[in-house]
């Protein structure tokens, strides 16, 4: 029997009991936001992908939409929670995508397998976003799309500042470490266990495999400031392009 750690095993019983209300709970979030399936969808098309694989896909939802408007892609989903795939099914999401079950830091597929490799909101679910990230750059040919929170442009402008200056000096996981009181993770009724994530925090990782990294704020801003969209945007869309004969290990 495989033992879970506890903040993943909360997370999944969490999903497991919102299965059937899922939906109508994340009408606007991740692949289901209208703005941010629109531009995932235009970036997409310019790189001229025929197989994609989404990484948390819940019920397949979104998945199901962001398809129907890239004609002729294959689409395959991947989700650890098994009654969110039940619900998909029973939804009909399942009809023009498949949806299996398996978990984003250990993907059953070989090295570059899909054309892209997506995520919308779940890094901020994960208490290690980086062995999901690693695993997606591994199974991915052209573009990988990370769309997902960003803490340094959440909150007054003093915190902002404050989060970045600890961030820089290496001190931001300790900091969050005793305002959890040890957990790292926080709890909220409307989407579980998260833990403090930013888009920045995946960068480095996924510029060492690109040829180019494009950063696009997730929600229309009307921000003009230097800092934009790393202190601007609460959430962050980011593209990374390798070309076919890329030499980044």
Not at 2 to 31: K, N, V
Not at 165 to 179: P, T
Not at 191 to 209: E, M, P, Q, T
């Amino acid at each position: 029997m495989i033992h879970l750690d506890p903040a993943i095993q909360i997370q999944r019983e969490y999903y497991t009991h919102t299965a059937l209300r899922y939906d109508a709970m994340h009408t606007t979030e991740g692949a289901d936001d209208p703005d941010c399936r629109r531009l995932a969808i235009s970036i997409l098309r310019s790189v001229e992908i025929n197989t994609l694989l989404d990484v948390g896909s819940a019920t397949g939802r979104g998945l199901r939409d962001l398809a129907s408007e890239i004609p002729g892609i294959s689409v395959c989903g991947v989700e650890p929670v098994a009654a969110l795939i039940q619900q998909g099914i029973e939804s009909g999401n399942t009809k023009t995508i498949s949806l299996l079950q398996a978990s984003g830091d250990a993907l059953p597929f070989s090295d570059e397998s899909f054309d892209a490799a997506t995520e919308f909101s779940i890094l901020h679910h994960v208490p290690d976003p980086s062995s999901v990230v690693k695993e997606m750059l591994r199974v991915a040919r052209k573009v990988v799309v990370i769309a997902d929170s960003n803490r340094f442009g959440q909150g007054s402008w003093p915190i902002r500042l404050l989060k970045l200056l600890l961030y820089k000096l290496r001190l931001w996981n300790a900091y969050n470490f005793v305002r959890t009181c040890g957990k790292r993770y926080q709890i909220s009724e409307g989407d579980g266990l998260f833990y403090s994530y930013s888009v920045y925090d995946s960068y480095d990782l996924i510029a060492k495999w690109a040829d180019r990294v494009l950063l696009f704020p997730s929600v229309p801003t009307n921000s003009q400031s230097w800092f934009h969209p790393l202190l601007t945007a609460p959430g962050i869309m980011l593209v990374a392009v390798r070309g076919p004969k890329s030499q980044k290990s």
